[in-house]
T-cell receptor, first 115, second 111 residues
Framework: GAGVSQSPSNKVTEKGKDVELRCDPI?????LYWYRQSLGQGLEFLIY????????KSGLPSDRFSAERTGGSVSTLTIQRTQQEDSAVYLC?????????????FGSGTRLTVV | AQRVTQPEKLLSVFKGAPVELKCNYS??????LFWYVQYSRQRLQLLLRHISRESIKGFTADLNKGETSFHLKKPFAQEEDSAMYYC?????????????FGKGTLLTVNP
């Protein structure tokens, strides 16, 4: 597609359930990023993938969070045993090469609500 | 550690008035600074980069290394400028792929 596609756009889940969020980056973009946007907290870096290199997971807030990127394209962010504090908008971005100077293109996000 | 501070959560101005959105940063090396904007019900998008020294939609931002600031300015605000603005920083070097964002300033331009 022409842009970064994220699904679902909205997700309501019960506390303790697992959720999977999907990101389909722009074709040909080798770098993929996940951020979390919370009200009043700005954007928090979660994880970064670049080509076949090991991902930088340093931003993941707990071991309940994990992400993978298959075939260098689609990425899935998984949150296990969701908690209410996980409620946020999860943003995915991709870029042609490593680094924001090449321009991040953001998706429209997945709004996660944990009840 | 790198940190971005946007001291104003909310900023309200009248149409035609000058606007300045403040951004201060903390970084031990040589930073690269950005402004991102998110209009209502739209995606987050890049507004401008300091390295490009460009003016986008009438906005400019100058990197002041002495004051560690990267304030966003526009001489005459328009109603369509109403949006959430985020200042962001990345470093040069090994981890320069990460953007560190401020908490954002919600700008409202009143008619």
């Amino acid at each position: 597609g022409a842009g970064v596609s994220q699904s679902p756009s909205n997700k309501v889940t019960e506390k303790g359930k697992d959720v999977e969020l999907r990101c389909d980056p722009i074709s040909g973009h080798t770098a993929l990023y996940w951020y979390r946007q919370s009200l009043g907290q700005g954007l928090e870096f979660l994880i970064y993938f670049q080509g076949n290199s090991a991902p930088d997971k340093s931003g993941l807030p707990s071991d309940r969070f994990s992400a993978e990127r298959t075939g260098g394209s689609v990425s899935t962010l998984t949150i296990q045993r969701t908690q209410q504090e996980d409620s946020a908008v999860y943003l995915c971005a991709s870029s042609l090469e490593q680094g924001p100077k090449y321009g991040y293109t953001f998706g429209s996000g997945t709004r996660l609500t944990v009840v | 550690a790198q940190r971005v501070t946007q001291p104003e959560k909310l900023l309200s101005v009248f149409k035609g008035a000058p606007v300045e959105l403040k951004c201060n940063y903390s970084y031990s090396g040589s930073p690269e600074l950005f402004w991102y904007v998110q209009y209502s019900r739209q995606r987050l998008q890049l507004l401008l980069r300091h390295i490009s020294r460009e003016s986008i939609k009438g906005f400019t931002a100058d990197l002041n290394k002495g004051e560690t600031s990267f304030h966003l300015k526009k001489p005459f605000a328009q109603e369509e400028d109403s949006a959430m603005y985020y200042c962001a920083l990345s470093g040069f070097g090994g981890s320069n792929y990460k953007l560190t964002f401020g908490k954002g300033t919600l700008l409202t331009v009143n008619p």
